[in-house]
């Protein structure tokens, strides 16, 4: 068990020094490339913040723990509502100027539902699986339409003066990315083995360790992205990559784990409980930020309720494991 714990602190400290040094290689590579800020923002900053739930998810799968997988992609997409922009909000309040996010948040709506109608009969197949990685694929398509489409989007300005502030020679920005990648996988590994070892010494279900220790350590990375960028004034870099993370983490990581390790059968609190509190949760996040009569806006009370709703659900997962 100490060697278990031991694992998952030097795993999730590896896990976010290496996906922040991977998300500013592979960003500023792409900047060398000549690829628009607004593309960087959308697409290669958007996969890099959730290459910690896809790394993790595909060893989970590939070391035949599916479950551990589904509850880190589920348990991310609520830990980024709640807790990021719970947290975000709470220190500077959030509003949405950006058409793009605006766009995106109906979209993410539609990838929840989607998702939900595939676990209905409680089975994750290896169609069903490459059918979301489709939609991966067609979502980028439709960010790289986009991006090019409104290059003068508030989106697309905050990008800017996000390359701009970090900006490095093309040596050093290949030198992290590779690095920052090789690390992310071992740490992924190290994670892993912890959540799993501990889940199986407590008597929990790996979708618990998912949902909770691992959910909440790869979502480390949109938390401080999100938090820098809020205090920054980049209000719609804060919300957008908690957007665009939770549509990477339905199609993507989801999409990855089904296809290594189909699903026969799905516990069905996946459905009953995580998918309906993630669902509540991105519609709440509609509401808020859609800005149905002028700019989004979360403010902090809001923040207070996601954060609150957040203990909440914590306390039934609590209730869950113990009845277990």
Do not use: C
């Not at 800020?37 to 060893?59: N, W």
């Not at 109608?117 to 069903?128: I, M, N, R, V, Y």
């Not at 300005?157 to 030198?175: D, I, R, W, Y």
């Amino acid at each position: 068990m100490l060697w278990a714990s031991l694992a998952i602190v030097a795993g999730l400290g590896l896990l976010v020094w290496s996906a922040d040094r991977f998300i500013e290689g592979a960003a500023a590579t792409a900047n060398h490339a000549g690829m628009p800020p607004l593309l960087i923002g959308m697409i290669i900053v958007g996969f890099g913040t959730s290459a910690p739930e896809m790394v993790v998810s595909a060893i989970a799968a590939l070391d035949a723990n599916p479950e551990l997988a589904l509850g880190n992609a589920v348990g991310s997409n609520i830990v980024n509502v709640a807790v990021i922009l719970g947290v975000t909000a709470l220190i500077a309040p959030i509003t949405v100027h950006s058409s793009i996010v605006r766009k995106e948040l109906p979209l993410l709506l539609v990838i929840g539902l989607a998702t939900g109608a595939l676990f209905w009969d409680g089975s994750l197949t290896q169609p069903e699986a490459i059918a979301l990685l489709v939609g991966f694929f067609g979502l980028i398509g439709w960010s790289v339409f986009t991006g090019l489409q409104q290059r003068g989007d508030t989106l697309a300005q905050e990008a800017e003066q996000e390359l701009s502030a970090h900006s490095m020679p093309l040596g050093k920005a290949v030198f992290w990315l590779i690095l920052g990648l090789v690390i992310l996988m071992i740490s992924s590994r190290i994670l892993v083995w912890g959540a799993v070892t501990i889940a199986q010494s407590l008597g929990v279900s790996d979708l618990i360790i998912g949902l909770t220790i691992v959910a909440l350590g790869t979502s480390l990375p949109e938390l401080a992205a999100s938090i820098m960028a809020a205090r920054k004034g980049e209000h719609d870099i804060a919300i957008g990559n908690v957007v665009g993370s939770n549509m990477f983490n339905l199609l993507a990581v989801v999409g990855i784990a089904g296809v290594i390790h189909p699903i026969n059968a799905l516990s069905p609190e996946i459905l009953n409980r995580d998918w309906l509190v993630m669902m509540a949760l991105t519609v709440a996040l509609f509401v808020m930020a859609y800005g149905f009569r002028g700019p989004g806006r979360i403010n902090r009370a809001e923040a207070v309720i996601l954060l609150l709703a957040y203990g909440a659900y914590n306390v039934w997962l609590v209730g869950s494991a113990t009845q277990s």
